[in-house]
């Protein structure tokens, strides 16, 4: 049977502290931020490197591919780039795709951009850094 990449409309995006492949392919996401928004102090200092994690779950497609994250600043500069191990998609079965790896937010609050490549596909997301609101 032929390849067939994930439609990006399928791919699912989580933002959490730190992810843990179990035993029996379970995966336990901890600090899972509910969203795509990262609150930190509003006196953050930057540069900074906090824990962050990405999962992508691809949803459909099937196929054997390879792997890699990139994640670039809200000006656009690489601040991480990480092959990951081959994605072994089996049809009709989500799969999990995680990046736990430390990330050095220099550029400060805004908003970044996350790419997951899987063969020639690019399947690009968005997360943003930004000041916990004060009463």
Known sequence: ???????????????????????????????????????????????????????FVLQDGKGHYPCSVEVHDPHDVLLAQAPLPDVDKPPKENQIVMMNAPVFFAAGFGTYRITLRLGNASYHRNFILKPVATT
Do not use: H, W
Not at 20 to 47: A, C, H
């Open 1 to 55: 049977m032929p390849n067939t990449l994930p439609t990006d409309s399928r791919v699912l995006f989580l933002v959490c502290e730190a992810t843990r492949q179990e035993i029996g392919g379970k995966v336990s996401l901890m600090g899972y931020v509910g969203g795509d928004t990262v609150q930190l102090p509003s006196d953050q200092q930057f540069p900074a490197g906090f824990p962050i994690a990405f999962v």
